[in-house]
């Protein structure tokens, strides 16, 4: 079986940069790293894609994969041709920069390559297994990366292992960083040429992770902590200083092969220093580090009184769910039934609903009676598995009797209560019971401190706030909220979906690929779909219909396994819409029939009003298209007077237009026409602007009146001029050329638009705004405060005459204040 590395995109960005920037790359790794192989493949890879004109104009580079095995004259002679810059260099050492070059490092001239870097990826396994088996799954390799941390010397010994008959599966569950092979390979390697003294210290300290120089003196009793690291980061690739802090990074195979060796070759000077630890992970209030360190020293008992007295604190205040629930699935599992309700609130608050059931199930069959607390615990907690399950039947009338019930109950277990109650009224599109369920959670949160549930207020009632149509408002409470730990990602795709609601695209894009990068398991229902829509929606844009419905497709598989049969259902129901809202229904075999069988089974088993009424929409944009626009009419009528009784703008807006593309359809021109200005009035003056320029295929009969009309409507109202962007927009994203024309054509309002003046510090801000940058992140960049950023950008709110953010962004480029 071989492995091969292929150099990353970023990596070859870098190389390629290079050609014209720095003068020299480190690759600085320790043995086994894979670091020779790398250069190997850059190299090759570099010149393959050079063209015969860029060879011409590019500085000679040579690779030098074993630096540190080159004769000490030769390696002076590198330098100097360095320093002179007479050739450009990638070359690989085993220690970080062996030779001084801050001249060229002030110069940024110098880019490091570190371990962590070479680190082998999914990407690289899934390609480089040849022949690959056909019993390898992703959990297995994903299962190996984690244990491995990517390093390339240890699936060259899963290899041999595989070869010797062991199979993926039983290596994955089995297979350790010391391996017998891999620990010989390091000591010999790395451990063994260090000082015996520097070697008996990194053995105490290297179990606690990222070390921080003031604590690894107190728990060693020594004052030369900084010296010892400082000096192991000179001596092998697999410990490096992070930036200019106190604090230094283990690599973890490093880190664990070092833990094996004090396990058994200095047990007692260990066990000194992990109850040293301990201690001091106690006093400075870190009681999730405390209680593992407790466990490891072999006090279970301690570990669990901590985990006990600090989980509300740990779960529901700082939103460290992820590693509450590790810790406590290490705990045997009779101490672990004392924390039966912690652990099955941290699952739901991780959204794992069948592990906290379980949990509860368990637990349940060992105890015969509960204490009241412990019983008001477990009503609660039934409430959100409930709602997990899509039970929803079961909690409106059932939840607001508890809460009445139970007024004086912690605080945490009324909030997710109300949560579950929120979210079940919300899917059931009732939104006045949606509403007290929000005030109920808001009340909750006034008696305790939680960051983490804060940011579940500020997504709850960013969702109620967008189905008004208020995005201004939904806006206001994400950007307010004091969220921290786990529920962080949920918040940026909230961030993300009303960028993307409101055609800010530059800025919904950045928000949800830092969202997808993290754990998708966080949340609902609701916000999966939301995090999911966005991606695709953005898809589309960048790279057509058929890339974003490739990605759907990835979406309802994973959807359906995290959040069942409603998750997927919803998913599909957007996907066919995406289809038809780009042009693919005359393409697409069988969209009506599935249209129809999706709609038919979501109206006999549910399980939400919400649902059935996306479900109404899409047959009825269907019918709209095809040859039944009576039919699309008689759909979404009902959904336009229900959802105008309820002031859900969103909904209304997308029934409108439906109704106005099935009347053009008719034949009905004017009183199409009609309707559709009304609703992108509406919504375009609420910053629904992005889903309504996703409209070109219903509205592409009413195009040319709309362009019309928006030419006429060229008053100095800011609101006026919002649609008139948004028309443009739509006409833009639908190919029509001649918009161009129409929306540079100067008006009235783009004079007295060109007197703004800005600050200095106002134009930073409002290009900050452009690039997608949140208040939070502006006052980061500028070193401003965050009330600062706030009183800027309401002066550039005031200047401009408009309500948003992005009013501010267009009504810039219009004037020429911002690029593009």
Not at 182 to 194: D, Q, W
Not at 344 to 360: H, S
Not at 493 to 501: F, G, I, K, Q, S
Not at 626 to 649: F, K, M, T
Request: proline share 3%; net charge negative.
């Amino acid at each position: 079986m071989n492995f091969q590395i292929a150099p990353s995109a970023s990596h070859l960005e870098t190389i390629r940069s290079f050609a014209f920037g720095p003068l020299l790359v480190f690759v600085s790794a320790p043995e086994g790293s894979g670091k020779a192989e790398w250069i190997e493949g850059v190299r090759q890879q570099f010149g393959q894609s050079k063209g015969a004109a860029e060879q011409d104009s590019f500085q000679p580079i040579e690779f030098i994969p074993d630096f540190d095995n080159r004769p000490a004259s030769v390696r002076d002679e590198i330098c100097r041709s360095i320093e002179c810059a007479q050739c450009r260099y990638v070359l690989a050492t085993s220690q970080p920069q062996p030779f001084d070059f801050s001249r060229l490092d002030k110069m940024g001239r110098v880019i490091e390559i570190d371990v962590t870097q070479l680190a082998l990826r999914f990407e690289d396994l899934v390609l480089g297994i040849e022949p690959r088996p056909t019993t390898v799954t992703k959990r297995h390799i994903s299962s190996l990366l984690d244990r491995t941390a990517g390093w390339r010397y240890a699936w060259e010994i899963i290899a041999r292992e595989i070869e010797g008959g062991r199979s993926f599966a039983e290596l994955a569950d089995r297979f350790h960083r010391t391996h017998p092979k891999l620990l010989r390979f390091i000591e010999a390697t790395a451990v063994n040429t260090l000082q015996e003294d520097l070697r008996n210290f990194l053995m105490k300290v290297a179990q606690f992770g990222p070390i921080d120089v003031d604590f690894a003196n107190q728990i060693t009793r020594r004052s030369d902590a900084f010296l010892c690291l400082d000096q192991a980061s000179k001596a092998t690739g697999f410990v490096r200083r992070d930036g200019g802090s106190r604090t230094f990074w283990i690599h973890p195979v490093f880190r664990e092969v070092l833990t094996d060796l004090a396990e058994r070759e200095m047990p007692v000077e260990l066990q000194e220093v992990r109850l040293q630890a301990a201690h001091v992970y106690e006093i400075r209030s870190d009681w999730l580090a405390a209680a593992r360190v407790w466990q490891l020293a072999g006090d279970t008992d301690r570990a669990l009184r901590l985990l006990t007295e600090h989980a509300d604190e740990l779960v529901a205040g700082k939103g460290e769910i992820a590693s509450f629930r590790a810790m406590t699935r290490s705990l045997p599992s009779s101490s672990a039934a004392a924390l039966a309700s912690e652990i099955a609130l941290g699952a739901v608050f991780a959204g794992d609903f069948a592990g906290a059931a379980a949990m509860l199930e368990e637990t349940g069959q060992r105890v015969d009676t509960y204490s009241q607390q412990e019983e008001i615990r477990r009503e609660a907690l039934n409430f959100v598995i409930d709602f997990g399950f899509e039970q929803f039947e079961n909690i409106e009338p059932l939840a607001n009797d508890w809460l009445m019930k139970h007024p004086t109950a912690e605080p945490r277990f009324r909030a997710i209560v109300a949560a579950s109650l929120f979210f079940s009224c919300f899917a059931d599109n009732k939104l006045n019971s949606a509403k007290r369920a929000l005030e109920a959670f808001r009340l909750c949160l006034k008696q305790m401190k939680s960051p983490f549930l804060n940011g579940w207020l500020a997504i709850m009632s960013a969702l109620e706030r967008k189905e008004v149509g208020d995005i201004s408002a939904a806006e206001r409470a994400l950007e307010e909220s004091s969220s921290i730990g786990a529920i962080l990602p949920a918040v940026e795709v909230a961030r993300a979906h009303l960028a993307w609601l409101v055609g800010d695209v530059a800025r919904s894009k950045h928000l949800i690929s830092r969202y997808m990068q993290s754990s998708l398991q966080h949340g609902t229902v609701e916000l999966a779909l939301l995090a999911w829509e966005t991606a695709i929606n953005l898809e589309a844009i960048e790279n057509g219909a058929a890339a974003a419905l490739a990605m759907a497709e990835e979406a309802e598989s994973w959807i359906e396994v995290v959040h069942g049969d409603r998750g997927r259902k919803s998913l599909r129901v957007f996907s066919l819409s995406l289809m038809l809202r780009s042009g693919m229904r005359q393409t697409t075999r069988g969209i009506g029939a599935e249209i129809d069988l999706l709609s038919s089974s979501i109206e006999l088993f549910g399980p939400s009003r919400r649902l059935l009424e996306s479900s109404k929409l899409l047959r009825a944009r269907y019918a709209a298209l095809g040859l039944y626009p009576r039919q699309a009419i008689s759909d979404v009528q009902p959904i336009i007077r229900e959802s105008l009784q309820q002031s859900r703008l969103l909904v209304w807006c997308e029934a409108s237009l439906i109704y106005a593309g099935a009347l053009v359809r008719m034949g009905q021109q004017e009183r199409a026409l009609r309707i559709a200005w009304n609703a992108i009035a509406k919504g375009a003056a609420s910053g629904l602007q992005g889903t309504i320029c996703s409209e070109g295929i219903l509205l592409a009969p009413l195009l040319d009146d709309l362009m019309d009309r928006a030419e006429l409507e060229n008053g100095d109202d800011s609101d006026e001029a919002i649609v008139r962007e948004t028309v443009f927009e739509l006409a833009r994203r639908s190919g029509r050329k001649k918009s161009f024309l129409r929306a540079s054509e100067p008006s009235a309002s783009d004079e007295i638009e060109a007197d703004v003046r800005l600050t200095a510090a106002e134009q930073h801000v409002l290009e900050l705004v452009a690039a997608g940058a949140s208040n939070s992140e502006i006052g980061e960049r500028l070193l401003i405060k965050l009330s600062t950023v706030k009183w800027h950008m309401q002066n550039i709110l005031r200047k401009f005459d408009v309500t948003s953010r992005t009013a501010a962004v267009a009504q810039a480029r219009r004037i020429g204040l911002l690029a593009g």
